[in-house]
């Protein structure tokens, strides 16, 4: 009995120096540089002891063999891990659709999305302002269009309307909507189109929802955006867990009702 | 050693020469840090047009609109030679001519923010336009288009030559005002030690001297009076005041040389000089020369008896009588410890004799505490009554002697004039 209790003293001895002596840390890639990366960046240095921060997106190989897991926060340095890493673990946010990248079939990539879902977004919207369900209008450029049917197929509230290059255009269909959403398409965020939106739809009486957090100095009405406290706490928990889900849903909360 | 005129010369050439440099020096800073100025200065210019040309047309435009904005741009901006545009795949110049241009503008293609080129044109300060997104979220970096101006280079060139000449005029004026200001510097220094000098070789001069002047200070206060700094006036002053230093030692030491400290009459030594003076002029001349020797009675016994000092005290008592009877003419001499030597110059022996006569009763009427009277005895001899030839002046000497010696054995307080 005295025996297994010394072995087992000695093996918890070099367990808990495996670390060090492994010496591989945790890895975290900045690829946007944006004030939201950097924030959550600085929030999960605060949680982790052990932690490298790469300054550049292109990953080498020797970098990455220091690393585990890699927290990649963009989705430049998402498509340079998905051609360079084939085994290590990946955790990955700040990425608008990874099911367009086919992250979800990536069994060493883990995600968390940084927008919630669409139909997410309008279900809270519905239940936190208490307003009767109606037909919402998501316009999107015809670059986009694809992306946004496969985003916005679940529920049938949503109707898109798609524009060439110039929202104008939409003017006499968006008319007939009594709620509008933001769908983050590049074209319909330019902020020219953007602020002709928002002054159509604020003639129209029209109540505009997005999941986009930093809209709100355009005059949206109704923010569902993720909290960046919850997911840096979500990133460092799945360091050490492993979820079954390979894409896990935006920590969010309302973050705006102005009506 | 370096003169301080010397010193100074080299100093100011060294400091003029600094200036100069520093000012070359200076004017390339400033020229490199005013193109540095100016290039950011057309970046920021190109940069707010092209953001401002690109949200306008962004909510719409057509080549109408363009070609007035970008004409109305060049009007605005001075400096401005060339325009470009690019909007999508249409490609706008102002003026139209710029389209000879077009390799020109080719530089701007693979910029991928605000850059400024140099070239033999001008100065092309390329800014690429990017969409704008309300969202940091939505990361495109989409070229959407480019906006170029080539600027001419006659502005800052223009800018650079006013600014350097105004450095020019401006330093000439400086080194104009600071010359003035050394050169008086130089003058007024230079003539405080012109001065200095002359004072210098004045007094080489007055040491080369026989005789010194008993007030130096009257004659240099001419160069104090010159001296226009302090510092020169103080070292005038401190050599005036060695200088008369000097000269009142001078005449201690000549004085101490001739003269007898006690007696305050003059010393053997002064006879030695007197003599060959005045021998050459009685034998020249011809005219009368007559001595008396003089020695105070008993003068051992008062030495014994009432000590030295009484003794010091006779012998200072018996010159100031002596001196105060005797002619300016005269000389009175201590031959000896209590031997006086008498010479009277054009005087015959009869004259002498009234001459000792006067000193003799004048000391009998000294109380020297004594409880008795001192008195002296005394010899004299004159050329030609006792000599017909004068050629020594010991052949008068050894008779007043003589005849000293004959009052002391006749009883001592009288004059012997013959044998």
């Not at chain 2, 020169?232 to 000097?246: D, T």
Request: glycine share 4%; with cysteine.
């Amino acid at each position: 009995m005295v025996r297994y209790r010394v072995l087992f003293l000695v093996i918890s001895f070099f367990l808990v120096y495996v670390y060090p002596v492994n010496g591989k840390a945790v890895c975290i890639v900045d690829s946007y540089r944006i004030e939201a990366t950097s924030y959550v960046k600085s929030l999960i240095e605060k949680e982790l002891n052990n932690f490298a921060v790469f300054s550049n997106v292109n990953l080498d190989r020797e970098k990455v063999e220091s690393c585990d897991p890699m927290i990649l926060l963009g989705t430049p340095a998402v498509v340079e891990a998905m051609k360079k890493i084939k085994k290590k673990k990946v955790i990955y946010t700040f990425v608008m659709f990874p099911e367009i990248l086919g992250l979800h079939k990536k069994k060493n990539f883990f995600g968390i999305r940084i927008i919630p879902l669409p139909d997410k977004t309008v279900e809270v919207f519905f239940s936190y302002t208490g307003f009767k369900k109606n037909k919402i209008a998501v316009p999107v450029s015809r670059r986009t269009q694809k992306i946004a049917k496969k985003y916005l197929s679940n529920s049938k509230l949503f109707e898109i309307l798609p524009f060439d290059d110039d929202i104008s255009r939409l003017k006499s269909k968006l008319s007939g909507y009594k709620y509008v959403y933001i769908f983050p398409d590049p074209a319909l965020l330019r902020v020219v189109n953007l602020l002709k939106l928002m002054k159509f739809a604020k003639e129209n009486g029209q109540v505009v929802i997005t999941s986009l957090p930093d809209l709100d100095k355009y005059g949206v009405n109704f923010i569902y955006a993720v909290d960046y406290n919850l997911l840096a706490e979500k990133i460092v928990s799945l360091i050490e867990n492993t979820p079954e889900e390979k894409i896990l849903p935006c920590p969010a909360r309302v973050k705006l009702w102005s009506p | 050693m370096e003169s301080i005129r010397k010193f100074l010369i080299k100093h100011i050439v060294l400091l003029f020469v600094l200036a100069v440099g520093s000012v070359i020096i200076l004017s390339f800073v400033s020229v490199t840090n005013l193109n540095s100025l100016y290039e950011r200065h057309l970046r920021y210019i190109t940069t707010l047009a092209g953001k401002n040309l690109h949200y306008v047309f962004s909510i719409y435009y057509n080549d109408v609109l363009v070609s007035q904005s970008l004409k109305t741009l060049k009007e605005e901006i001075e400096s401005a030679e060339l325009i470009y545009l690019k909007l999508g795949p249409r490609e706008y110049f102002y003026p139209e001519n710029g389209r000879n241009y077009q390799g020109l503008f080719k530089l701007c293609k693979e910029v991928s923010s605000e850059e400024v080129f140099h070239t033999e044109e001008g100065i092309l300060v390329c800014y690429p336009l990017y969409g704008e997104f309300a969202s940091q979220f939505i990361t495109e970096n989409r070229k959407e288009g480019l906006f170029a101006v080539l600027y001419s280079k006659k502005t800052i060139d223009s800018i650079i030559i006013q600014w350097l000449f105004q450095n020019i005029v401006l330093f000439i004026i400086f080194a104009l005002l600071g010359g003035f200001l050394f050169f008086d510097m130089l003058v007024r220094i230079n003539g405080n030690f012109n001065t200095l000098n002359s004072m210098i070789a004045y007094i080489e001069n007055l040491l080369k001297r026989e005789k010194l002047p008993s007030d130096p200070k009257s004659a240099m206060k001419q160069f104090l009076d010159r001296f226009s700094f302090k510092e020169f006036g103080h070292a005038g002053r401190l050599i005036v005041k060695l200088i008369s230093r000097v000269i009142k030692l001078t005449e201690e030491l000549q004085r101490q040389a001739i003269k007898d400290f006690l007696t305050n009459l003059y010393n053997r030594n002064y006879l030695n000089q007197f003599v060959t003076k005045i021998l050459g002029i009685v034998q020249r001349q011809k005219f009368p020369l007559s001595i008396a020797m003089l020695d105070i009675d008993d003068f051992k016994l008062v030495n014994d008896e009432f000590g030295h000092l009484k003794g010091d005290e006779v012998l200072k008592s018996w010159g100031k009588v002596i001196l105060s009877s005797i002619r300016s003419s005269d000389i009175a001499v201590r031959y000896g410890g209590e031997e006086v030597l008498l010479i009277f110059p054009n005087t015959k022996k009869e004259a002498v004799s009234y001459i000792v006569d006067r000193i003799k009763k004048k000391f009998s009427e000294i109380d020297f505490g004594i409880g008795k009277k001192i008195t002296f005895s005394a010899g004299v001899a004159g050329f030609p009554e006792d000599i017909p030839e004068l050629k020594s002046l010991d052949d008068l000497i050894e008779i007043a002697d003589r005849r000293l010696y004959i009052a002391k054995r006749s009883g001592k307080n009288r004059i012997v004039l013959e044998d």
